[in-house]
Structure formats: structure tokens, C-alpha cells
């Protein structure tokens, strides 16, 4: 049943950027093999790779000893390599039989009730797994809707299961479940590449580690040297340059406030922004980070309040009119196709140009020409923004609030998808802005964080877990406080 994996000098590139570089491992058979590395390290590529969904640039992969050339998804499946996402990949409203089979029934219609209840029922059993046949799927909950899957996987007959963030977003009841069925499959002989940001399972699990960065191997970790402080060590590699500790004045005024904010998986958010600060967010996938701009303007928020200056605000409306911009992680949700970069920059106060509803628009240009040329944007005012590359997009997009003239900053991953160059051109005007105004970043790489803020809060399982500032700040510091639990699998 077990699968050997071998990976040489693997690359694949998307345009301008290089998801894989070279990248060499060894999977052993029978064995638990981790997979670690922040966001853009080249995991997922790694994954669509060896599943047939991307075809590599470069290198080669082995199964067994055979290369593997033109791997399709077809190919990858009949060679016993199942992968389950960190998404739930269920049939919802079927029942649980019915999701263990599927794509895989048996071959009688009349008898596929019967039979697929049956053979439902020996995989459950087999892996320990006290899940009733005729439940509706959707009546489970996710941790019991992860076990229906790594379930089909089994019935399957995988050799090689690839299991991406497993227990994300999971409590730890849940997580020690989906632990210990991982644990089952892999004494039954599954192979299995364990991917997780949570550290404390990855060294409770695995025999072996490997480390991307920056879609590269950093690191290959084994036996005794397998510990947290180790990993979380290649995880973080070199220190990136940190922003000077500025000490807040206790008279400081209180920009933003927001109270019980909640969006799941945030569970609750309590934070103080203050004049000339930049606060900044640190948390993984599932940990509430990634809706903290939104709840805070408003734009998603299930319950909870923000005020401005005392000043309540509902919405994205409101907080441009307060004096708040915000940059969305996603570029794709803040440009309108065909639009020059003069009209999105100047979009959220049209009425600056404007006199009796007539745009000034040689004072409109002249405002936008001095905002891109501060962020470093290379193209004229009349060009369209999305024919710009993914660095100047970004650099254009947050022009527009230079412009605009905004007192607080909210930026939701301002780095993510551009070149190095892009990046240092983003963090110096993000650390330019907090000198006179201030910005709130919530960023899932902690060397925006650590190069950026003044203070930051990691969120874990959907609650500020530490609040770092000053000298505190490091990425070892904050990558300890969102990968590491002191104890148990995961808070709850």
C-alpha cells in the first residue's frame, strides 16, 4: 500500500513570478511527511503538481522509481495519490454512504444503496470511526465531515494522501480526532504529506519535515533535531529589517476603537488604534485575521462596533466619509475593467475635483501624478489599471488614498502577489504614512508586520492570543504566538 515520492529540481513559474525554484524531497514510504512554509512559498504549486493540476517547468517527480512525465489528475488518482483540500469536498445534502463512495459506487444500480451502505460502513469501522452510514452529511460537524473524506480517501485504496491544513479552523476536541484518524491511516501503510501551520501537531505527527521559502527548499528536519524552536527558526530564516520602536505617547488619541467584533472564524475583537500608529493583525488561515479589515470597516460584520474619533461606523461608506481608505487583499474586488488610473484614484472623493457636478480634471490629474509618483508607479494617469502589472496595481491602489487624503489606513495583505521591488516600495510608504497619519495591517506574513507596526495582535482560533509591541516584535515572536499552543493541540 505504502508509495515512495521523489522530487528533483522542481520549478514552475506564473509569468513574472517563480512559485518553485529547484525544489528537491524525498517522501518515504509508510512515512508522515510535513510540508511548512509561510504563504507563497511554493506549497500549494507543490500540491497541484504532484495531483496532475499543474504541469511543472522544470525537474522531475518519481513515483515508486518510475518518472512521472505529463502527470494529469486522471494519472495522479490511479497511481494511488488522493488529496484532500483544506475546504470542505463534500456532497452536502447526501448521505454520509454516499460521500464515502462517491466516485467510486459500485457497479450494480440496484444494488448501490445496499452495497454502498455496506462497504461505507467497513471503512468506517476499519478506521475507528464512530459515524453513522444513514446521517445527512450536512448534520456533521467538520471534524466528523474531515473524517468522511480522509474515509473516501481510504476506500480509494491512496498510498499517498496529501492532507492540506487538516485540522484548520477546528477545535482541539476536533483536532485530536482528526489527528488520531491520520494517525490510524498511516499504520494501515498510507503515506501521508501533512501540511500545517500549527507546529505543535506537525512534531506530534511527523517523521519528517520540509521547509519552503520562497519556493525553495530552506530546510529538511529529522529525528531529535524535529522541535518547534527548530522550525519555527527555518520557518522565520533572516531577519528582515524591523521598524524603528517609536514609544506611544499615553496621551495619544484614540483614532479607532472596536468592540466585540465578530465575523466567523473571528470570534471576538477588541483593539485601540492610536494617532501615528500602525497596529497590525498576525494570524493563519482560520484564525480571524483574514476578516479583521472587513469587520473594522464594516464591509462584513456579523456583531460588534467601531467608532471613529467617538463616532460610530456601519459601514465602507461611512468610513471613507470618517477618513478611513482601504486597500482589500483582493485587487481583483477594487478594479474596474477598462478604467484609467486617474479614475480609481480619484473615485472615493470625486467631489474634491468637482464644482457645480464639473471635474477639474487638470487639478485631478495633477493630484493623481504626484500620488503615483510617490509610491513609485510606473504609468501615465490615463493608463488603464488593469493592464499594470500586480506590484504597480497594488502601488496604484494604495495611491489612491494618499490622494484622497485618508487619516487611517486599512490594508488587507499589501504584499501578496508582487516582486521584491513592489514589496519595498509598498512597506516604505506604509511606514511613511504612519509617521503623520496611522494604518491598520493585517498581513499573513509576519516580515510586513515586523517591518511595518508598532504593535501587533496575534489572532488564533478567532481571538487575540498575545499583543506584541516595540522591541517585542519579531517574526520568531509572532510566529510562535499564531503556530505554536504551549501545550495542547490547538486553543479552542
Known sequence: MSISVAIHDLSKSFGQTHALRGVSLTVAPGSVHGLLGPNGSGKSTLIRVLTGIERAGGGSVEIDGAEQRGMRPARSRALGIEFVPQELALVPYVKVWENVVLGDEPSRPLMLKQTGRRVARQVLDELGLDIGVDEDTFMLDPGEQRLVMFARSFHRKARLLIADEPTAGLGEYESRTVLEALKRLNAKGMTILFVSHYLTEVVEICDRVTVLRDGRVSADVAGEALTEPRL?????????????????????????EGRHLALPPLRQLN????????LGFAGLLGSGRENAVN?????ARLWGSVRVRGEFMENPREAVQLGLGILSGSRSLAIVPGWSLIKHLSLPRLETWSRFGVIAHDAERKAAVVALDRLKVAAAPEHELGDLSGGNQQRALMSRWLMCGS???????PCVGVDIAARADLIAAIRDYAQSKSVILASSDPGDLVECCDRVLCLRSGVVVKELSGDEISEEAIVRAIMTTGGGVKAA
Open 295 to 299: 469587520v473594522i470597516s464594516g464591509a
Open 232 to 256: 519555527i527558526k527555518e520557518m522565520t530564516g533572516v531577519a528582515r529589517p524591523k521598524s524603528a520602536p517609536r514609544p506611544r505617547n499615553p496621551k495619544a488619541e484614540v483614532i479607532v
Open 407 to 413: 487619516e487611517v489606513l486599512l490594508i488587507d495583505e
Open 271 to 278: 483593539f485601540k488604534l492610536y494617532a501615528n500608529e500602525c
